[in-house]
């Protein structure tokens, strides 16, 4: 297992995201612009000259529609989802117009409207530690949202990542993700 790595990539841009709508567990599709950043992040990846073993996604649509596309770019497919990859739930605050916040305070929404961060962590720790067992030894791919991941990463990496970017690509190590609490 420590040998395995985990390229974790957030989903292609959604109208909500365009809107600055906090999406959370609301299931919104990609729009044609998230089909091409998740086209181009398959490009990249593929030109890479690196190998993966597995594709995993959240089962949102957005997610798992991302992971298929670069998965058609690299020729690798959808092997399963993971519900515990969903994106953290904002409660009544889903679907909140954040246009004109700062990052800060669009955390800030988050944090008093939807599940708690340090659940949020914890769920993202669990998960990926199960993908880890699931994918011994294996470079794994794992498409979910900005968020998770964010909150999860800064706890592994010991970081205050900035908001992620649709398409953005993070690699963290199993002796990484092991260590984490």
């Known amino acids: 297992m420590s040998d395995t790595t985990l390229t974790l990539i957030r989903h292609g ?3 909500w995201n365009l809107q600055r709508r906090l999406q959370g567990r609301s299931d919104i599709p990609l729009n044609d612009t998230g089909r091409e950043q998740a086209r181009a992040v398959g490009r990249e ?8 073993d597995a594709l995993v996604s959240s089962p949102l649509m957005r997610a798992k529609e991302t ?6 770019q690299i020729g690798l497919p959808l092997s399963r989802t993971y519900d515990e990859l969903v994106e953290r739930s904002f409660g009544d ?18 944090d008093r409207h939807g599940e708690a961060t340090e659940d949020v962590v914890q ?5 990926l530690r199960r ?11 794992v498409v979910a949202h900005g968020t998770l991941i964010r909150l999860t990463v800064d706890r592994i990496l010991g970081t205050e990542l900035p908001s992620l ?10 002796g990484q993700v092991l260590a984490a609490r």
């Open 131 to 141: 993908i880890l067992e699931d994918h011994p030894g294996q470079h794994v791919m």
């Open 67 to 72: 992971a298929e596309i670069i998965g058609e």
């Open 93 to 110: 605050a889903e679907g909140y117009d954040c246009t004109g916040t700062t990052d800060d305070e669009r955390h800030a929404i988050m």
């Open 165 to 174: 970017e649709n398409g953005q690509v993070l690699t963290v190590t199993a």
């Open 45 to 52: 990846l593929a030109a890479s000259g690196e190998h993966w």
């Open 13 to 15: 841009q959604t109208d």
């Open 123 to 127: 769920r993202g720790l669990a998960v």
